[in-house]
């Protein structure tokens, strides 16, 4: 059974910094895809930044490009957002997610290629 459960969100003041964890099992994980989304009241969720197995890419949403960095450690089976100069606007639900390897990398940012998901981790910026 794919698990994936976040953690590290929280409070943090606007400029502030904050590191989110995805700790996954039940997958070969080093074999997988794997994005964070985010999803604020009243909105749909979005793609926040994904790496891709093929290529080693990675894909970020424009409005976090420059503040956000993702990255993995396979020995861990987990994934990292490292998010920086936080602003209001970044407050929501974040997601982990993950997917086998042979959807194509333009697709690596679209909710419906994800058939895995975590619960979420809340981050809230405070103005």
């Known amino acids: 059974e794919v698990q994936l459960v976040e953690s590290g969100g929280g409070l943090v003041q606007t400029a502030g910094s904050l590191r989110l964890s995805c700790a996954a099992s039940g997958f070969s994980f080093s074999s997988y895809d794997m994005s964070w989304f985010r999803q604020a009241p009243g909105k749909e969720r979005e793609g926040v930044a994904a790496l891709t197995i093929s290529g080693g890419r990675t894909f970020y949403g424009d409005s976090v490009q420059g503040r956000f960095t993702i990255s993995r450690d396979n020995a861990k089976s987990t994934v990292y957002l490292e998010m920086s100069n936080l602003k209001p606007e970044d407050t929501a639900m974040y997601y982990c997610?993950?997917?086998?390897?042979?959807?194509?990398?333009?697709?690596?940012?679209?909710?419906?290629?994800?058939?895995?998901w975590g619960q979420g981790t809340q981050v809230t910026v405070s103005s």
């Open positions: 997610a993950a997917r086998a390897s042979y959807y194509p990398s333009w697709s690596a940012l679209q909710r419906s290629s994800y058939p895995n």
